[in-house]
């Protein structure tokens, strides 16, 4: 065997050598899952953009949330 490529005993193309010597594309970054308190906390600011709470309801309703 010779470099990295094993042998697998048929015969190898020039695309299939081109293909192995190509580093594998890196997998998409997919971002960490949300938690209940992201859940919440994103709730809880759509309902003060739409005029439901007052900035201290969402100041209680957050620190219950933070601690």
Do not use: C, F
């Amino acid at each position: 065997m010779t470099g990295n490529v094993p042998y697998y005993g048929g015969r190898l193309t020039p695309w299939h050598i081109n293909a192995l010597s190509q580093p594998a594309p890196s997998a998409p970054q997919v971002p960490p899952p949300r938690t209940k308190d992201d859940l919440a906390r994103i709730a809880l600011q759509h309902l003060l953009d739409a005029g439901v709470l007052t900035p201290e309801e969402h100041a209680a309703y957050r620190s219950r949330i933070d601690s």
